[in-house]
């Protein structure tokens, strides 16, 4: 392979930041969940997708738009 290190190498923690750095608004919000598979993938789930069907469960990324986008508070940027 031509990559410097394989995805799988990866720590899971590793993936779930580099999804926040690439998932646009989604990976600052409020409502979003990081999911790590047991195989490794990662997904941003939207909260608000499991409540209302008018948002995604699973968004398209990056987010650029998002009228149910709120920002996390400091502490929980942290948390993640």
Known sequence: A???RDVEE?????????????AGLCG????VRVLVSDKG???AQCGL?????AFPKYPHLPVLRCVGWMEAPPT???AR
């Open 49 to 53: 997708g499991l409540i209302n069907p």
């Open 76 to 78: 929980a940027h942290a």
């Open 28 to 31: 600052w919000c409020v409502h």
């Open 41 to 43: 993938s990662v997904f």
């Open 2 to 4: 031509r990559y410097t």
């Open 10 to 22: 990866d720590s899971g923690r590793d993936q779930e930041e580099r999804l926040r750095r690439q």
